[in-house]
Each structure stands twice: as C-alpha cells, then as structure tokens.
C-alpha cells in the first residue's frame, strides 16, 4: 500500500459519505481500512465544525502600504486647511478643506513617494493645467494646482449630492431625470472633447448630482493618474505600457481601450453609454460574477435593447444608448449629439 | 523580440512541455504583478477592487498582449501568474510579520487597525505553509487552493486553468480546504 493509494482511498470516502446523514456515513466508515478510516473521520470532524468562508484572499491596504502617511485635521497645504480625510487612492489622498476665507474645497495630493514614474508627475501638472482651462457648468471646477511639503496638489469644488453610483443603487431613474441628467453629462463631455480634453474614467463614481438637479462631472483629464488602462510610450520601449490598474473601471472600459488601443473621445462615450443604460434600466449591460465574465460580455455580449428590460423607453432613446454602446467607436455618436438628442427629447415630453 | 511575444511564445513552449520556459515565464511574471500590486494595493479607496483576478488580467493582457491571446495561453498564464501571487502574497505577509516584531508600538493610534491586518498577515503565512504540505500528498489539489484562494479564480477559471473539470475542481476544493483548515487548526490525528 503506496502512501499515493491510501490517499486516493481517503478522498473516495471522503466524497461517498460528507453529505451522508451520521448513521450511514457510520456504516461505510467501518468497512474501510483502520488508517484510512482514522484519516476521513478526523476530516469530517473538521468538514462540520468548521465555517469556511469561500474567498479570495483580501489583504488589507496596509499589507502592501509601507508608508501610511496622511495629513491631520488642521494641517495646512498652501493656502488651504484639512479638515477631513475623503478617500485614500494609488498616488495619494483626497481631503475635505477649507481655503483662506472658509469655503470648503476638495484637496488632491500626489504624493511624490508614491508616484513610480517621474512621467506621473509631468502628467499631473499638465493636466492639472488642462483640466483648470476647462469652464463648463457640468465640469468640477478645478481652483489651483500648487506644489507643497506634503506633495503635489489640486484643489477643487465640493459638490454636496450623491454620485451616480448611489443614484443607480436607488433603482431605475424617473424617464425625465434621466433624460436630464444624461444631456448634461454629454454636454460637459462635448465641452471637454472641443478643447482637447479626454475623461478616459467615466464611470457612475465620477459623476455627481448637486443638490440642485446640476449634474457634474468629476476628475476630468486626471482620470489616468487614477489609474485607468492606456497606451503609453514611456522610457522603457516603444511597445508601451498599460499603467494604472484595471480594476476598478473594467466595467465602464470600453472594448478598445480593453484591446490596448488608443484611448479617444468615443471611448467616453461609451463608458457614458454603460452608465446611461444602468440609469435607465437599472441593469448593467456587460454585468458579470468576475472579471473574465465582464471582459467577454464588454468583448462579444450582445446587448439588450433598454426597452426590453423597461417598458415605456422611446424608441430614440434605446437607439442611441445602443449606438453609444456600439463596439465600433466610429459608431458611436459624438457626445454632442447624444446631447442634442437627449435635450431635443426631454424638451418634447 | 518585445515582451510581449516573448511571454507569448515562453507560454507556448511551456504548453509544449517545455519545463524551462516556466522558469524564464516566472520572473516576467511575478515582476508584473508585484509592480501593479504595489500601485493598486497600496492604498484603493475601494475595498471591493482589492481584487487579485484584475490584477491578473491586466497582467495578463499586458504582457501579451491582446491580439496574441487565445484561450489556451490564459489557461496557462493563470496558472503562472497564481503562483507569482501566492509568492508576493506571502512575502509581503512575511515582511508584515518581521517589521511588525521588530518596530516596536510606535503609533498608539494604529493599534485598532493593526491586530486585523496582522491577522490576515499570520493567516496568509500559515496557509502556505499548510500548501506545501499539501503538494507533497496532492499537487493538484493545492494548484485549485491556490488558484482560488491567492489568485481570486471562480471555479470556473480554475477548472479552465487546470484542464479539468468544473465537478473535479469542486471536489478537490472541498476536500482540501478541509484537509487544509485541520491542518492550521493543529487538530492532526
């Protein structure tokens, strides 16, 4: 008797008696072999007591962040004073402050420690320049990008009101809100597309609603600091590198930024398709259980038409969120048109 | 030849038999991936996108590129880059563990968040350990361990990844994961 074949035996009866009531797991366990039995019987002890919880393993951040760092309500950051933490991100941290005269502002830092390329920072002020040229109603307004002890950083309006995120979890909007709200989403892309500008993270997290119905648009031309997938020649060949991290975004990816290809403005309008299609319907046109699930469905799924999932969606409506969801970017309609049309149709109802 | 057909054609060769392609596949590999863990990891604002599996899909879609992939390739290239995983998994486990011994109570404040993370640290440490004792009654039992534990794979994936059966990888995860669980519980008979 190889130790190999008494192993073989001892997960035969393991599977033959698991789900056995006691009584007759009792019955085969004794006509197995004494070794064998002792083996599958000290198993099944563990199998019933135990709550094995099915998951991945999930580190804590801290596992893998050997420099917590952060800055304490009160500290300031140029002219600003932090008053809470917001999020912690790959580069840095977002903060609640408050500039020289009281008015509450949202404070980005780059924290030189944290950037691997000296290419990020060069990225993070350009930007920060673009997306401060950016004058738009539905656009966060980007105050002043400075540098300071703490790092690099950006200071921007707090917008009060919930993301898109918690707008969809609320379930499927009013046809007049959501008319609304996608006009002014594409409206705000069109305006940054005319200027040069692209999002490349449109996703329902980087979406605001202002208390007062004024849906606005956060982290324009900033997104891929944040870390979304794209092209980028660098100094180590030129192949190009994918940087960031997909995970957060494979969602709202449109399929040519998942095929590694240029970022362009008809990738925002795709990911701004998705999260439309979420609003009207409530569901998720490329849902899947993992992320392989959700790179096929965004790669070949066919997608359902909206109205096939809620009655009363026009015809106008489903024909253009589909369009914005085509896998040809050439396609898809500019995010000036899906403007115009969801402005011409909200006018009508 | 770019990296991306070199971790393709490594890929192939290896599919082929050739065993010394997984020891040229491994660095590229654990490389890639250590580097994207350290920039997702080290800090998300999301707990929910702390997630292995998109790691190891970028990782893999970077270094092969998209239009090399086939199916066939992933299967493998899962199962390399679990295996890097588990490693930069336990090594920065190992490295919690050490600098948490050798630091002394620094921050006070920490010390409600620290326990948990040490936990998770200790716990990652000792399934490896219980892991290699696993690979020496079953190997492939302690690849679908790995595989869904370290590398975040659904059954599916797994059963993909290994070629074989969703029903095989089933029983191998329910019976190791108890042989495992005694194993750490310390409960031998």
Not at chain 2, 52 to 74: C, D, H, M, V
Request: proline letters at 4%; glycine letters at 8%.
């Amino acid at each position: 008797m190889t130790a190999q074949t008494e192993w073989e035996e001892i997960e035969r009866l393991f599977h033959e008696v698991v789900d056995l009531p006691a009584e007759q797991r009792q019955a085969l366990l004794a006509c197995a072999r004494a070794p064998v039995r002792a083996e599958v019987e000290s198993l099944l002890k563990t199998e019933d007591e135990a709550t094995f919880v099915e998951r991945p393993v999930r580190l804590a951040a801290d596992l893998l962040e050997s420099q917590p760092g952060g800055l304490s309500a009160g500290e300031r950051v140029g002219e600003y004073t932090i008053d809470s933490l917001m999020t912690v991100g790959g580069m840095g941290e977002v903060y609640l402050a408050r500039n020289r005269s009281g008015l509450r502002v949202v404070l980005k830092i780059l924290r030189r420690h944290l950037v691997l390329s000296p290419q990020a920072i060069d990225r993070f002020q350009t930007e920060a320049r673009a997306a401060s040229a950016l004058h738009d109603p539905n656009i966060v307004t980007v105050y002043e990008s400075g540098d300071s002890a703490a790092g690099l950083f950006l200071a921007m309006e707090w917008v009060e009101g919930p993301t898109f995120r918690q707008l969809i979890a609320a379930g499927p909007a009013q046809f007049a809100d959501a008319c609304a709200w996608g006009q002014q989403a594409a409206s705000a892309l069109a305006a940054a597309h005319a200027a040069g500008i692209l999002h490349r993270d449109i996703k329902p997290e980087n979406i605001l609603l202002r208390k007062d119905g004024v849906v606005k648009i956060l982290d324009f031309g900033l997104a891929r600091l944040a870390g979304p997938v794209r092209i980028d020649p660098d100094a180590r060949g030129a192949s190009g590198t994918i940087s960031g991290t997909l995970s957060g975004t494979l969602l709202y990816m449109s399929p040519e930024i998942l095929r590694g290809e240029t970022a362009s403005s008809a990738s925002d309008v795709f990911s701004l398709g998705t999260l439309l299609y979420e609003l009207w319907t409530g569901r998720h046109p490329f849902a899947g259980e993992t992320p392989l699930d959700v790179f096929e469905a965004i790669e070949c799924r066919a997608v359902a038409a909206p109205s096939a999932l809620r009655a009363g969606i026009a015809e106008e409506i489903d024909g253009l969120i589909l369009r914005m969801l085509d896998r040809d970017p050439a396609v898809r309609p500019t995010a000036s048109e899906a403007g115009a049309l969801f402005s011409r149709f909200s006018t009508r109802t | 030849m770019d990296p991306q057909g070199e971790v393709t054609s490594l890929l192939v060769a290896w599919g082929k038999g050739d065993q010394s392609a997984l020891n040229e596949l491994m660095p590229l590999v654990y490389n890639e991936l250590h580097r994207m863990a350290r920039r997702a990891w080290s800090g998300q604002d999301q707990a929910h996108t702390l997630q292995p599996t998109a790691l190891i899909n970028e990782a893999y879609l970077k270094l092969t590129g998209a239009e090399n992939a086939s199916f066939q390739n992933r299967g493998h290239f899962f199962a390399v880059a679990c295996t890097a995983m588990r490693q930069i998994l336990v090594n920065h486990a190992r490295s919690h563990l050490a600098g948490k011994r050798g630091s002394g109570r620094v921050h006070v404040s920490l010390d409600d968040v620290q326990p948990a993370v040490h936990q998770e640290a200790a716990e990652v440490v000792a399934l490896h350990d219980a892991l290699e004792r696993l690979q020496a009654v079953d190997e492939r039992k302690s690849k679908v361990i790995e595989m869904r534990y370290f590398g975040g794979l659904s059954i599916e994936e797994t059963a993909e990844a290994l070629g074989v059966s969703i029903i095989t990888v089933n029983r191998d995860w329910r019976l190791a994961r108890t042989w495992l669980m005694r194993e750490m519980n310390g409960e031998q008979s």
